[in-house]
């Protein structure tokens, strides 16, 4: 069974640049989540879909960062300006969203430098 | 406001010994626990998990245990070996949110 894909798996960009990550989840995974992991910090969740559908995004700074996942299988973060403290590793994961004990499989992450 | 905390950034543990790794919580209506191991350059993976109805769980080598009145949790390695040396991150969820919260994460080194 194949993985959570990610691409790109490194980034790098000036501050005020846009930027956009791209995540495939694994087959029939319902429900999908964006993470933003600060050195040092854990993942913190971003955004969770469910299907093409947005469950959660209250941690989403939604004046400079969008996600889509229109057709409920592959999803987008862009990120348009970046800034400094956007450098980060962006991590997607899935998981079947069936019962609240359903595991998430992480993909690999793509590490974002903003200089 | 850091729900779930890790104070320990690292941990080294001689090869074959007890790994101990420790989490708090602050949050009473967090009701599943889980934690995750993560290796360089990949992505957090499942290790095992807990619910706040029970007050241990073992798989294998790796055993939670869960303290709801302490709001504390720990993950007992044993005997640790080489392929555990990773970052452990401590995660939690509120019952039917499927939201993880996560710790600031443990870097453990096994030692030969």
């Known amino acids: 069974e194949a993985g959570v894909a990610q691409s790109p798996r490194y980034k790098i960009i000036e501050k005020r640049q846009s930027v956009a990550f791209w995540c495939n989840p694994i087959?029939?995974?319902?429900?999908l989540y964006w993470y933003q992991q600060i050195l040092g910090q854990g993942p913190k969740l971003l955004i969770q879909?469910?299907?093409?559908?947005?469950?959660?995004d209250s941690q989403l700074p939604k004046d400079r960062f969008s996600a889509e996942r229109l057709k409920g299988v592959d999803s987008t973060l862009k990120i348009q300006p970046a800034k400094l403290e956007d450098s980060a590793v962006y991590l997607c994961?899935?998981?079947?969203?069936?019962?609240?004990?359903?595991?998430?499989?992480f993909g690999p992450g793509t590490r974002l430098t903003v200089l | 406001d850091q729900q779930v905390k890790q104070n320990s950034p690292s941990l080294s543990v001689q090869e074959g010994r007890i790994s101990i790794l420790n989490c708090d919580y602050t949050?009473?209506?967090?009701?599943?626990f889980l934690w995750y191991k993560k290796y360089p350059a990949e992505g957090p993976t499942f290790l095992i998990s807990?619910?706040?109805?029970?007050d241990k769980n073992e798989d294998g080598r790796f055993t939670v245990f869960l303290n709801k009145s302490a709001k504390h949790l720990s993950l007992h390695i044993v005997p640790s070996q080489p392929g555990d040396s990773a970052v452990y991150f401590c995660?939690?969820?509120?019952?039917?949110?499927?939201?993880?919260?996560f710790g600031q994460g443990t870097r453990l080194t096994i030692n030969p």
């Open positions: 994961a899935s998981s079947l969203g069936q019962g609240w004990s359903s595991e998430q499989f």
């Open positions: 087959s029939g995974h319902a429900t």
């Open positions: 879909f469910q299907n093409n559908g947005v469950v959660d």
């Open positions: 949050n009473s209506m967090f009701d599943y």
């Open positions: 807990i619910s706040s109805i029970k």
């Open positions: 995660a939690a969820s509120v019952q039917g949110a499927q939201k993880l919260v």
